[in-house]
């Protein structure tokens, strides 16, 4: 058998706004099934990462690879046709549009699924994600839980082979957490994970790897509980309630 | 009942009712009614571009002379039937809307809005100077060379009325599709539709073609109608400023609204000329009309209706 090579594989990504370097030369590499759990403080840059990931920004350095193609140079929504999605961490759905219609955009366009295929798949998600009841609701009157699934529901539609979520579950309560917890391990098998979350017990649940970004570079990539322990992560976290708390 | 019946019925009713018209009417009412028809064409082109691509041209007066213009030169220098050129001067304004629209697009906004803007000017004082044009004393509809041997009124009404018929039930069912689906959730969110894989550069190019393949369509018949063109005619801001107001007034982003905003614009003309004020006073009120609308019932007076019998409806049930 020829050996595989990684899923995805992203090196040098580099963002600078002006003269400051949000995101600086940043490698990461995920196999198939891989769920990865980014942390690090607020204004780390781990946004801004999924960001020049997905294409919504645009790096100023650094190449991307998914499944040996070249993803650096296309746009948005040609890199979420080729496979890479994901949950903005301020949900950005279709306001007066049906939950069903806003699940419909990225079965067609993002997995490019036709007529009763696509019809079908946007009701497995619906399932999935726990929306069947609100499928006939307009998208503008839900409240902060149904929101933040459909968001992430909107990234499982398009059928991606990277999944990115930033932040799903700010801002729930345990219950709801962990309800989300569920999803996203539902989610792991055919595909590869990059959840940034400061909820870490989140994190342990579902991801056996853990990144830790600071000030836009990446300071630890390892096994969970090796980079758990690191006294580099403490530092990093030094006076942070969150991480303490936890 | 089922939407493509819904379809099929609104087609043989209009259909019907145009055909009688045509046939009933005096050429007088004709000719007032086919402006009326042509009004709605371009406020609804005018609208799927502003009300649901979200890009506001103020150059849309470009496509009405530029369809005009092709129509009166293939049919005054080729002895091919008026009629083919009436279908075909829409496909070659949608063409030079392609390269048109691509550099457009890279302006964003209001520089787009000007952009249009420009680019009618510029098309404009071309035709002004230009001799095979006409220039600015314009051309005559000699088909063929030959001076036309009956007025076109009563079947120009009829294409229009039923184009205008066909073209709402064509937006309903496209706006029912998938890529219509596309075009709602760009209104919504652009940003959210790209990242649902929604290339919405290519959409904004294919409503702007279309909506410049309407416009041409509209200003053809129009100027077949009136037997005579010229450039400050065809040009001129007031086909411009009819399609924003009667859309604005009427609804922007839905399909009744700019024919309820048309039916408003030309009463008022006709009731105002009628009465005797003279030359472009009515555009007076319709300004202000425009103006109250917009403080009191925002997205225009179609939707206002709306939420009110949904009121009345939810009261009732109650
Ligand atoms: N469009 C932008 N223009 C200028 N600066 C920006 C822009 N977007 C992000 N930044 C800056 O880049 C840095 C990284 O931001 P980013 O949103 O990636 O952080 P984050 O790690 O996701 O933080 P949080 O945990 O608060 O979500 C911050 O200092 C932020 O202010
Ligand atoms: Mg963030």
């Known amino acids: 058998m020829t050996p595989v090579g990684p899923l995805f594989q992203a090196n040098g990504v580099t963002k600078r706004f002006g003269g400051f370097t949000a995101v600086s030369g940043v490698d990461l590499t995920l196999g198939t099934g891989e769920s990865v759990g980014v942390i690090g403080p607020n204004g780390a840059g781990k946004s801004t990462l999924l960001g020049l990931i997905v294409g919504s920004l645009r790096a100023d350095a650094g190449t991307l690879e998914l499944e040996g193609r070249d993803m650096s140079r296309l746009s948005l929504p040609d890199r979420v046709q080729g496979g890479i999605a994901r949950a903005a961490q301020i949900p950005q759905t279709f306001a007066r549009l049906t939950v069903r219609e806003n699940l419909r955009l990225p079965a067609v366009f993002g997995a490019r699924l036709h007529g009763a295929e696509a019809s079908d798949w946007v009701d497995e998600v619906l399932t999935l994600t726990g929306l069947t009841d609100h499928a006939g609701a307009v998208a503008g009157e839900l409240g902060l839980l149904s929101r933040k699934r459909l968001e992430l529901a909107k990234a499982v539609a398009a059928r991606p082979r990277l999944l990115l979520l930033d932040e799903i579950a700010a801002g729930l309560t345990q219950h709801e957490i962990e309800t989300m917890i569920g999803l996203v391990k539902s989610l792991r098998s055919d595909r590869a994970i990059v959840w940034v979350e400061h909820i870490p017990f989140a994190l342990r649940e579902t991801c056996e790897r853990l990144v830790v970004l600071d000030k836009g570079e990446k300071i630890l990539d390892g096994a969970f509980a090796t980079v758990w322990e690191d006294e580099r992560l403490q530092s990093v976290y030094m006076g942070v309630a969150d991480h303490a708390a936890a | ?318």
């Open chain 2, 1 to 318: 009942m089922t939407p493509r019946a819904f379809s099929a019925g609104l087609l043989i009713l209009g259909g019907a009712l145009a055909a009688w018209s045509a046939m009933r009417l005096d050429p007088g009412s004709l000719y007032l009614l086919s402006e009326v028809v042509v009004i709605m064409i371009l406020a609804q082109m005018w609208n799927l571009l502003a009300g649901y691509a979200g890009q506001i041209s103020l150059g849309h007066q470009l496509f009405v002379g530029l369809g005009g213009y092709a129509l009166f030169l293939a049919a005054n220098n080729t002895g091919v039937p008026i009629w083919i050129w009436l279908a075909l001067a829409p496909v070659l304004a949608g063409a030079l809307a392609i390269p048109l629209g691509m550099v457009v697009f890279h302006l964003k906004h209001a520089y787009f809005a000007v952009g249009m803007w420009v680019a009618a000017e510029i098309v404009a004082a071309l035709v002004l100077k230009w001799s095979w044009t006409g220039g600015s004393a314009g051309l005559i509809l000699r088909p063929g060379g030959e001076s036309m041997t009956s007025n076109p009124e009563r079947v120009i009404f009829f294409g229009l009325a039923f184009g205008l018929v066909a073209l709402v039930v064509a937006l309903r069912a496209f706006l029912a599709s998938d890529t219509g689906l596309a075009l709602l959730g760009m209104r919504d969110n652009p940003q959210a539709a790209e990242a649902s894989g929604v290339n919405v550069r290519r959409m904004h190019l294919l409503v702007f073609v279309i909506s410049a393949m309407g416009c041409a369509a509209a200003g053809a018949a129009y100027y077949v109608n009136a037997l005579y063109i010229s450039p400050s005619d065809a040009f001129q801001m007031n086909w411009l400023i009819a399609m924003m107001f009667v859309t604005v007034i009427g609804g922007l982003g839905t399909l009744t609204g700019p024919i309820l905003g048309t039916v408003l614009f030309i009463a008022i003309r006709e009731v105002m000329t009628n009465a005797g004020y003279s030359g472009g006073t009515y555009w007076i009120v319709i300004g202000a009309l425009a103006v109250v609308v917009l403080l009191v019932a925002p997205r225009g007076l179609w939707p206002a209706i709306q939420d009110l019998t949904d009121y009345t409806k939810r009261k009732a049930f109650r």
